[in-house]
């Protein structure tokens, strides 16, 4: 089993995991500043764009795998295809249940009596 594989996962989740508490990643987009001149909070529209693109990528490179598995390269195994097609699937069922929560809070402010 490839072990970097396991390792370079394990690294994303921990970005992630420092991205949604707030902490700072090479991968964050940068934060906006005020009239004051303090740091607000990251740009919304940024964030989903990178996060987007980068269930995407992910899409993409599992895909690139699955060819070149399948066209009998020998520096591809199953394994490793497999693993990218559920980190891409996993980044896929991640991005539609934010959705779902944003969708569904949308609605619920919109309902809202004043």
């Known amino acids: 089993m490839n072990v970097s594989g396991i390792d370079s996962l394990l690294a994303q989740m921990r970005s992630a995991m420092a991205v949604a508490q707030g902490g700072v ?4 987009p940068k934060t906006t500043t005020d009239v004051a001149g303090a740091s607000s909070a990251t740009d919304f529209a940024a964030v989903l764009k ?10 993409n490179h599992a895909e690139s795998m699955q060819q070149a598995f399948v066209m009998g390269d020998d520096k591809v195994t199953l394994s490793d295809v497999m693993i990218d097609m559920q980190k891409a699937n996993i980044a ?6 934010v959705r779902n929560k944003v969708i569904t809070a949308y ?4 309902n809202m009596q004043v």
């Open 50 to 59: 990178s996060s987007l693109d980068s269930v995407a990528q992910a899409q």
């Open 92 to 97: 896929f069922q991640t991005t539609v249940q």
């Open 107 to 110: 609605n619920d402010i919109m």
């Open 25 to 28: 990643s090479a991968l964050a």
